[in-house]
């Protein structure tokens, strides 16, 4: 489990993270997002150990970076696809960043299957494109066979079938109980893959839970062919907005809206609740005009 508590972060008078508090759990894939200049980033150098907190902490399972006796075997991490020799073949990097890290250096081959990079393992890295980076940054990062992944924009560069291929592979970490902690300004990409999200917005948090219960609207969706349906929902105290054919209604249930039109004998043709989308949810916490950014 990851554990951030009272995390906080000034560089000089700016405060990049203000007393941040959030849990990732194992078994779940949690989508860390935030408008430009949030304080992901930051977190995420934290929680790794590559900048010191001002105050609090950002542990795994009790355990700051530092303090993990084999940290390549408990967290991989991926944070940008870069810091690779360019005359070196992935496979080399691999290998040498496995012997660097007391792994056998077979462990390579195992990573770049996973990845689905053997094919690619004897080209020089120079010669990848932003999408094989990516995956060879993945690949690096799972070398020890962590418990834990912590990834930052790890669908960057990747193509459709790369971002599905991505998705189905998070989606797998997860269901063997590990915990994955990943990084994205593709909302409708996190949508589709994580199970969890934490929302921050100038280094506060906004809002942490469950997708499912982040996502569900309280507006529902009705259609009649009946004029008499706005009036007849606003005489039963409802608020209603007109969208087209459709009428939206605020702050009530399918069930509230279906029994006020059998009651005054209004034909529907259609009812149904709305969900918001994430990025709608996104953005109405942030009051951000772009969807995220590290």
Not at 106 to 114: F, G, S
Not at 148 to 158: I, Q
Not at 189 to 206: F, H, S, W, Y
């Amino acid at each position: 489990m990851i554990e951030v508590a009272g995390l906080t972060k000034h560089f000089g008078p700016v405060t990049a993270v203000d007393d941040l508090t959030f849990t990732v759990a194992p078994g779940r894939v949690t989508g860390f997002l935030g408008p430009n200049g949030a304080g992901k980033t930051t977190t995420l150098r934290c929680l790794l150990g590559l900048v010191s907190p001002t105050r609090g902490s950002a542990t795994f399972d009790g355990r700051a970076y530092a303090q993990l006796p084999d940290p390549t075997r408990t967290v991989g991490a991926a944070l940008e696809a870069s810091g690779f020799h360019p005359g070196r073949t992935g496979r080399n990097h691999l290998r040498t960043l496995a012997v660097a890290a007391g792994l056998p250096a077979d462990q390579a081959e195992a990573a770049l299957a996973q990845v689905g990079m053997l094919d690619a393992a004897d080209r020089r890295v120079a010669g990848y494109s932003l999408g094989m980076r990516q995956r060879l940054a993945l690949a690096a990062a799972l070398l020890g066979d962590p418990q834990v992944l912590v990834l930052d924009e790890p669908a960057n560069g990747l193509d459709p079938e790369g971002i599905a291929w991505l998705r189905g592979f998070l989606r797998h970490v997860a269901g063997t109980g590990r915990t994955v902690l990943l990084s994205s300004h593709v909302l409708a990409e996190v949508a589709q893959t994580v199970d969890d999200v934490v929302i921050i917005d100038r280094g506060r948090l906004v809002r942490a839970g469950p997708l499912t219960e982040l996502t569900q609207g309280a507006a529902v969706v009705v259609r009649s062919p009946d004029p008499r349906l706005p009036d007849v929902l606003r005489a039963g105290g409802l608020e209603v907005t007109p969208e087209g054919e459709d009428v939206v209604v605020h702050g009530a249930d399918p069930a509230q809206v279906g029994r006020l039109a059998f009651e005054h004998s209004v034909e529907l043709h259609g009812l149904h609740r709305r969900r918001d989308d994430l990025e709608q949810v996104f953005l109405r916490l942030t009051g951000d005009d772009a969807a995220g950014a590290p």
